[in-house]
């Protein structure tokens, strides 16, 4: 990345162009409309707060059957791990710090992977593991890191047509932690990769746009790098580097 130096005048100091009626106009349009999506996204994450105090309710009693208690056990963690999100959302204004303890790589890859196992059923997705790596221990918020994982994982799974692979791999470089997400979906047009992390940008029909930006701020908030390689129909392949313990 080029460092910016400001250039010297050498007839005297730099006049500054005044903002123009139509800047302050498209800034303004722009701060109302942050402001809305803001006070919107608000009260969504409140209502959502409201229904998993039913959700809880009706789990609580199906618990007590102990018909599935590894299933129990499952549900109770995304249960608890939604209402910590929604209420981040509603703290906007004082964002939640990360919690950080060390994290088994491994095992929260295998529990995300296992969230989506309806989806690699009905699309009939071959899963692959490859954990190349020794140690797999980072320090990191478990629960943010697995909002991270998930995003990438069902882009993967959702880019697939029927009968396709998705490779989850790791592998240790130098003291670093290497994650592959790789699918054989379509893949992703050129004039489009440059751009799939911007937030509000997606190619899909009913996309949000939030799903890789999310998953790229978390990355980053654990000193790591998110990458990506593509070619239109030979599928997409995401790197997620993470400093080791």
């Given amino acids: 990345m080029s460092s910016f130096s400001p250039q010297t005048n050498p007839g005297g100091p730099e006049r500054v162009r005044p903002s123009s009626h139509a800047d302050v106009q498209e800034n303004l349009q722009r701060l109302d409309r942050l402001a809305n999506l803001g006070l919107f996204s608000a009260s969504i994450a409140h209502e959502i707060k409201n229904g998993l105090v039913a959700v809880n309710t009706f789990f609580q009693i199906a618990l007590e059957k102990n018909e599935n208690p590894e299933l129990a056990a499952v549900v109770r963690r995304e249960l608890a791990r939604i209402d910590g999100l929604v209420t981040q959302m509603l703290r906007l204004a004082a964002p939640k710090p990360a919690a950080l303890a060390p994290v088994n790589v491994h095992e929260l890859l295998d529990l995300t992977v296992r969230l989506l196992d309806p989806q690699l ?86 996309g949000t746009g939030l799903g890789l930006a999310i998953s790229r701020r978390v990355v980053q908030e654990h000193h790591g790098v998110i990458e990506v390689e593509s070619k239109p129909g030979e599928g997409s392949t995401f790197y997620i580097i993470l400093p080791l313990m």
Wanted: charged share 25%.
């Fill in 121 to 206: 059923h009905d699309r009939m997705v071959v899963l692959r593991r490859n954990y190349h790596a020794a140690g797999a221990m980072v320090r990191g918020d478990e629960s943010r890191l697995q909002q991270a994982f998930l995003n990438l994982l069902l882009n993967a799974v959702e880019a697939m047509s029927e009968g396709g692979e998705l490779t989850v791999a790791t592998e240790t470089a130098g003291a670093n932690l290497k994650i592959c997400i790789r699918d054989t979906g379509m893949g992703i047009e050129p004039e489009t990769l440059s751009h799939i992390f911007d937030t509000f940008f997606t190619t899909k029909k009913n």
